[in-house]
């Protein structure tokens, strides 16, 4: 393409910073990143709350499949990191269980131990090379009945928000821990945990700020006459290639590279109705993120850990992050208080009142015994996000493979973690890498790689 081209990025998050930091990396310089918010970061952006509680919006983890996505977080914020060991628990039936769970069964009771090894053993014995149609079927095939009733299927429900059977299987990869049988019963006779898996062992976290620290930082670092904040897109021309702002003023381009939620984007495009009307065929679950601020010391038994799953239903979370163990400076006054942050799905499938669950989420502490009523709440914030998890709904592939054709030849690319609406390639780094290779291909015609489900870093 021409030098005289113009790029156009809608949404500063992840994918859009870092498609702007490589076009500057690049020295090409006829670009704009607008973003509809007056901040950076999109969804991995912190706040502040009236208490002086820091919170991100959900349990943000940063580790990393790429070199350049590490270079990137040094030159984000230098020195300014902690390192953390990754320490993940199951909290359900009265006691704590290692993550992940199916490899340290043998911490549960009898009455769901035996179901769960008998599951185990029919699928070992069934031996089924059949390729399942959907993840509920890959849940029962891999872990088995009794596992899949104890943990599998009411977690699962938890976090989707959908049952798993309205879910392809195309987007696990490694987010799902399949079971070695004979490390299980080598657990269970030895009755040791086993904590060894997950691409995340390690992480890092921004001493101040939040994850948001990071975006920021990124953004500051950019051309400052090329990063246009409070700019809300009403409507997109792709025939005439031109974009419509809501204060009126209007925007030109020759490429487009779209960050925001993909069904979104197709209800903005102008006298394509054809495109529009498929924004409906996109499935996604909201997010309530409520953090609860204490004063006081961490207990004991949280000291160490970083977040726990919950998939019992005495919570209304799935997740809580320890977030004040990321770092001391998630708190008002380091030392002296403590965090943590509660995730909530929500769906049509699984309606949450949103009046009530900031009340509900301090039940739900008080009944897994994360909290007791001895300690003093300072602090309770919440948030809710329209978007929170991009659901890999049955038939998904398909429909993105055609929408995304369809969008290519007007010169318009979708992606990050609801532009491309793939959750298995939607972590910050992914995301990050999105944008940058998307850069690649249009200036350098090199071929996308993690857009297309390939991590490899070389």
């Known amino acids: 393409m021409s030098a005289e081209d113009h790029i156009v990025i809608v949404?500063?998050?992840?994918?859009?910073?870092?498609?702007?930091?490589?076009?500057?990396?690049?020295?090409?310089?006829?670009?704009?990143?607008?973003?509809?918010?007056?901040?950076?970061?999109?969804?991995?952006?912190?706040?502040?709350?009236?208490?002086?509680?820091?919170?991100?919006?959900?349990?943000?983890?940063?580790?990393?499949?790429?070199?350049?996505?590490?270079?990137?977080?040094?030159?984000?914020?230098?020195?300014?990191?902690?390192?953390?060991?990754?320490?993940?628990?199951?909290?359900?039936?009265?006691?704590?269980?290692?993550?992940?769970f199916q490899n340290n069964i043998w911490r549960l009771p009898e009455s769901?131990?035996?179901?769960?090894?008998?599951?185990?053993?029919?699928?070992?014995?069934?031996?089924?090379?059949?390729?399942?149609?959907?993840?509920?079927?890959?849940?029962?095939?891999?872990?088995?009945?009794?596992?899949?009733?104890?943990?599998m299927f009411p977690y699962n429900y938890k976090v989707w928000a959908y049952r798993p059977e309205k879910m392809n299987v195309e987007w696990m990869g490694e987010r799902v821990a399949e079971v070695d049988l004979s490390r299980v019963i080598r657990n269970l006779v030895k009755k040791q945990d086993d904590v060894s898996w997950g691409p995340n062992a390690t992480f890092r976290f921004p001493l101040h700020g939040g994850t948001g620290a990071i975006w920021r930082s990124i953004s500051d670092q950019l051309p400052a006459g090329g990063v246009k904040y409070g700019a809300a897109v009403k409507?997109?021309?792709?025939?005439?290639?031109?974009?419509?702002?809501?204060?009126?003023?209007?925007?030109?381009?020759?490429?487009?590279?779209?960050?925001?939620?993909?069904?979104?984007?197709?209800?903005?495009?102008?006298?394509?109705?054809?495109?529009?009307?498929?924004?409906?065929?996109?499935?996604?679950?909201?997010?309530h993120v409520v953090g609860i601020g204490l004063d006081g010391k961490v207990p004991d038994e949280l000291a160490t850990k970083c977040w726990i799953y919950f998939p019992e239903s005495n919570s209304p979370f799935y997740r809580v992050t320890v977030f004040s163990n990321y770092s001391p400076n998630n708190v008002a006054r380091p030392g002296k208080q403590w965090s943590l942050m509660c995730e909530i799905s929500e769906s049509p499938d699984k309606p949450v009142n949103t009046e009530t669950i900031v009340n509900e989420t301090v039940s739900g502490l008080l009944a897994c015994?994360?909290?007791?009523?001895?300690?003093?709440?300072?602090?309770?914030?919440?948030?809710?996000?329209?978007?929170?998890?991009?659901?890999?709904?049955?038939?998904?592939?398909?429909?993105?493979?055609?929408?995304?054709?369809q969008l290519t030849a007007m010169n318009i690319y979708s992606r990050g973690r609801f532009g491309a609406w793939k959750y298995e390639v939607s972590n910050q780094d992914h995301s990050v890498m999105q944008g940058v290779e998307i850069v690649n291909h249009i200036l350098q015609d090199k071929?996308?790689?993690?857009?297309?489900?390939?991590?490899s870093d070389d």
């Open 369 to 405: 015994r994360l909290i007791n009523k001895e300690h003093v709440i300072v602090s309770r914030w919440h948030k809710r996000l329209e978007y929170g998890y991009p659901t890999p709904w049955y038939g998904r592939d398909a429909v993105l493979s055609d929408i995304n054709m």
């Open 235 to 287: 409507r997109i021309d792709p025939d005439k290639k031109k974009i419509t702002l809501e204060d009126g003023e209007s925007l030109e381009y020759d490429k487009l590279i779209s960050t925001i939620p993909l069904d979104q984007l197709l209800l903005l495009l102008a006298d394509k109705p054809h495109l529009s009307r498929r924004a409906s065929e996109f499935v996604y679950s909201s997010t």
């Open 11 to 100: 949404g500063a998050g992840p994918t859009g910073l870092g498609a702007a930091w490589r076009l500057h990396e690049l020295g090409y310089n006829n670009w704009t990143l607008i973003d509809a918010a007056d901040y950076a970061g999109g969804l991995a952006t912190s706040v502040v709350d009236e208490q002086g509680f820091t919170w991100d919006l959900g349990g943000h983890v940063l580790f990393s499949h790429y070199k350049y996505f590490d270079q990137l977080m040094d030159q984000a914020l230098g020195d300014d990191w902690l390192e953390h060991i990754r320490e993940a628990w199951v909290w359900m039936r009265e006691r704590w269980v290692p993550y992940p």
């Open 447 to 455: 071929k996308e790689k993690t857009f297309y489900g390939d991590m």
């Open 112 to 151: 769901d131990l035996i179901p769960c090894l008998d599951g185990l053993l029919e699928v070992y014995r069934a031996a089924n090379t059949d390729k399942p149609d959907t993840f509920r079927e890959w849940l029962l095939q891999s872990f088995g009945q009794g596992l899949c009733d104890t943990f």
